[in-house]
């Protein structure tokens, strides 16, 4: 057998089992289960790419098709000025701008059709129908309104981010019981009031779930935004130009900073939940 075929052989299986060892533990102190909580995930990670690097060198596969994770490594840290300019392009100016915007109306809207029932039997139908719009659709519209630059993408985001966020917010506005909504009223507490004190806090776990997939739309919407028109700069951009070159090295590096730009996204959006959420039985399960 291939020397590195043999190699991936046996570091997946001793890897395996002694993530199959952590899991199984049962530790005392806080700080060790969350120390083995964090290395379960990063063992299975290194495990991919040592495998990954073996299978390549092992079955000697064309960079063209599949580049070994050394190699995009060294493409990675070769073209930091590049990959910088791209993520600045597209997640600091397009992504993050689009989500707020996206996010931001979505739930101030939410809010209003709260308190109209027309809105709500009439907005909330256009806006399951505009949620299933393809990007690549949406796209090409949006680069020949608001031309080449970041702002085009904005608005890609936007669209993608709106919705969802609409429909999260007004499910989780209404998630307050009748008999909750009643003791309201039975305190003469205002709207306002019924607003910030319970339906709210009701809301927030749905508001979160919406933030969570918003977190992956925009850097997805953006991206594929970048393929139909943009400068020359952004990360769609230099995968899509690179692609045509054969630098395939280029685009995986270009995917591995999305994908970790995209992880701490989500990432944050989830640590706020859980300080917001404390009190939700879903993240008090997590910490017991």
């Known amino acids: 057998m291939n020397g590195y075929l043999l190699f991936a052989?046996?570091?997946?299986?001793?890897?395996?089992?002694?993530?199959?060892?952590?899991?199984?533990?049962?530790?005392?102190?806080?700080?060790?289960?969350?120390?083995?909580?964090?290395a379960v995930p990063l063992i299975f990670g290194v495990t991919l790419l040592v495998i990954w690097?073996?299978?390549?060198?092992?079955f000697s596969i064309p960079s063209i098709l599949l580049p070994a994770p050394s190699m995009i490594w060294t493409r990675l840290i070769n073209s930091i000025p590049t990959l910088w300019a791209d993520f600045r392009q597209t997640f600091l100016k397009s992504v993050l701008t689009g989500y707020v915007l996206g996010c931001g109306l979505g739930f101030i809207v939410a809010i209003l059709v709260g308190r109209s029932p027309f809105l709500q039997k009439g907005l909330l139908p256009i806006g399951n129908f505009v949620s299933a719009l393809p990007v690549v659709g949406v796209a090409p519209i949006m680069v020949m309104w608001f031309g080449f630059d970041?702002?085009?993408k904005v608005a890609v985001v936007v669209i993608m981010t709106f919705f969802p966020m609409l429909v999260n917010t007004v499910q989780g506005l209404g998630a307050a019981s009748h008999m909750e909504r009643d003791l309201m009223r039975t305190y003469a507490a205002s709207w306002w009031q019924t607003l910030t004190k319970l339906r709210l806090p009701a809301a927030w776990p749905f508001i979160f779930n919406a933030l969570k997939i918003n977190s992956t739309l925009a850097l997805i919407g953006a991206i594929v935004a970048e393929f139909f028109g943009t400068p020359i700069v952004g990360m769609g951009f230099r995968i899509s130009t690179e692609v045509g070159r054969s630098n395939v090295d280029m685009v995986w590096a270009e995917i591995a900073v999305a994908a970790l730009a995209g992880s701490i996204f989500y990432g944050v959006v989830a640590l706020a939940e859980r300080a917001v959420t404390f009190w939700h039985p879903s993240v008090r399960g997590g910490q017991a």
């Open 53 to 58: 690097e073996c299978v390549v060198r092992g």
């Open 9 to 38: 052989a046996v570091f997946w299986l001793a890897t395996w089992g002694l993530n199959e060892w952590l899991v199984r533990q049962r530790f005392a102190s806080p700080a060790l289960r969350r120390a083995a909580n964090m």
């Open 150 to 152: 970041w702002q085009s």
